[in-house]
């Protein structure tokens, strides 16, 4: 499946009457870091940091970029903190089709082909699938076209009653790894639309499903997901990748998932299939 143009999610808006302080003071609430620990890390004092976050210094363009990088702020939200402090965006948000991506949209289809025929996908911020390979495209055999209509959203397509949720062996499980890692997603995102993506799949009913017995994950060394594809039962270790030092916040908010064999029926199945 070759990579497609999918929406990005809108920019965190930076209202006119928000200002840096109470945004740095939230990141470094949101990390659980002192203003001295804080000041430490950036070469700069716990009395300038104060000040900044009660509004009686404005930091040079230079110091929001270094406070965000030591409190890990995502790529989007530098650009919002240094919009608050008075200063221009510095990271653009450029489309994938567009062509100065080509290097990177041809990397990312060399990486996810060169897994086949084990399952590789790329998600936007939102979940959105930007491109995945044909181990992908055999797992949604049997999903309703109306699910697979662009943009495709992978949580949606794997918790939807009528997507992959029915076929999972032990999804219960595997749906509170999802849920969870949406959430610690959102408590550091400033994201309506991924608050209202959780939403959506959290209320999804869970299909009645006979479940792994406990202490049946035992043998692995991480939670697999267990999925039905026809007539098997298929286990997989998810693994998700990101760009280091992101400059565009597109490229920022792309990971990798790509899906492991954890057992050698898997691995063999799988490679029986052929190309």
């Known amino acids: 499946m070759t990579i497609v143009a999918s929406g990005a999610a809108a920019p965190s808006p930076a209202p006119s009457d928000q200002r840096i302080g109470p945004l740095l003071r939230g990141w470094r609430e949101r990390r659980r870091v002192s203003q001295l620990e804080l000041a430490l890390r950036a070469g700069s004092s716990a009395r300038h940091i104060s000040f900044v976050e009660t509004g009686r210094s404005r930091p040079s363009e230079e110091m929001v970029l270094r406070l965000a990088e030591h409190l890990q702020v995502p790529v989007r ?59 992908v495209a055999m797992l949604l055999e049997g999903v309703p076209d109306r699910l697979l209509a662009p943009p495709l959203n992978a949580m949606r397509l794997t918790l939807h009653p009528e997507g992959l949720a029915p076929r999972i062996r032990n999804l219960r499980a595997w749906r509170d790894h999802l849920l969870a890692q949406m959430d610690r997603q ?30 049946e994950h035992a043998s692995y060394f991480a939670l697999p997901m267990q999925i039905e594809h026809d007539g098997r039962v298929l286990s997989f270790i998810s693994s998700i990748s990101t760009f280091n030092t992101p400059m565009d916040v597109t490229v920022a908010e792309l990971a990798i998932e790509t899906f492991l ?15």
């Open 77 to 135: 939200e530098r650009n919002a903190l240094l919009l608050a402090a008075g200063y221009a965006p510095r990271y653009p948000q450029t489309p994938l089709d567009d062509p100065s991506m080509a290097a990177l949209r041809a990397g990312v289809e060399r990486l996810i082909q060169g897994y086949e025929p084990y399952p590789a996908l790329v998600v936007n911020a939102t979940y959105d699938v930007v491109a995945a390979n044909r181990g």
């Open 186 to 215: 959102i408590a550091l995102q400033r994201s309506e639309a991924l608050r209202a993506l959780y939403e959506e799949v959290a209320a999804y009913p869970v299909p009645e499903l006979t479940e792994p017995e406990p202490g």
């Open 261 to 275: 064999p954890a057992d050698p029926s898997t691995v063999k199945y799988l490679r029986a299939l052929g190309p």
